[in-house]
């Protein structure tokens, strides 16, 4: 297996710009999650899915920020208009709770810059 | 609610010596315990994880973790540290729902 895809890798951008985050889960997976990681908040979980649907999306910055899943190997995460604050890694993490596994797994990240 | 509390954010420890990185968890009811860890510029990986049976776990580069109900701990220890070890180490809990609540990580320094 591929393991979670996320593209970009990195992503440089201009303040007010509208950037997307692409993400690919693990086959099978049916949980989804998107995690934001700076040195100054560290690891904060944004959102997350449950068979394509948004079961708590409590730690969405603002509405600047938008997710989607429209199937069950793709979401998007996206940022309209960016700002500088938003810099930071994106990881997106896929898990099969159904399994008695629990374990999530991670993407790469993608590293944004505002400038 | 669940939280984890990882009380050093950062641990520095000499080459070979051994090392603790401390873990304390709280939930109300049964938890599965993780430790992810992130080298640089990497996502995170799972390290080991505790689900049930014996309280004693190990991964297989030499770190081990124990499930210490009656303290809510599960810290993670090596005997004998390596400079490949360098990384920030994350211990999560769930309640076997779908989310993992992650603590705040502890960043690893091995000293030569």
């Known amino acids: 297996d591929a393991g979670v895809i996320q593209s970009p890798r990195h992503e440089v951008t201009e303040m007010g710009q509208e950037v997307t985050l692409r993400c690919k889960p693990i086959s099978g997976h049916n949980s989804l999650f998107w995690y934001r990681q700076t040195m100054m908040r560290g690891l904060e979980l944004l959102i997350y899915f449950n068979n394509n649907v948004p079961i708590d999306d409590s730690g969405m910055p603002e509405d600047r920020f938008s997710a989607k899943m429209p199937n069950a190997s793709f979401s998007t995460l996206k940022i309209q208009p960016s700002e500088p604050r938003d810099s930071a890694v994106y990881f997106c993490?896929?898990?099969?709770?159904?399994?008695?596994?629990?374990?999530?797994?991670f993407g790469p990240g993608t590293r944004l810059t505002v400038t | 609610a669940q939280s984890v509390t990882q009380l050093d954010s950062q641990v520095p420890v000499f080459e070979e010596a051994p090392v603790e990185l401390r873990c304390n968890y709280s939930s109300s009811v049964s938890v599965y315990l993780f430790w992810y860890v992130q080298y640089p510029n990497q996502g995170l990986q799972l390290l080991l994880k505790?689900?049930?049976?014996?309280?004693l776990v190990e991964s297989i580069n030499g770190f081990e973790a124990e499930f210490n109900k009656s303290q809510t701990s599960f810290h993670l220890r090596k005997p004998s540290v390596h400079i490949s070890d360098t990384a920030e180490y994350f211990c999560?809990?769930?309640?076997?729902?779908?989310?993992?609540?992650f603590g705040k990580g502890t960043r690893l320094h091995i000293l030569p």
């Open positions: 993490a896929s898990s099969l709770p159904s399994s008695g596994n629990y374990e999530q797994y």
């Open positions: 999560a809990v769930s309640d076997g729902r779908d989310k993992i609540i």
């Open positions: 505790y689900l049930s049976g014996s309280t």
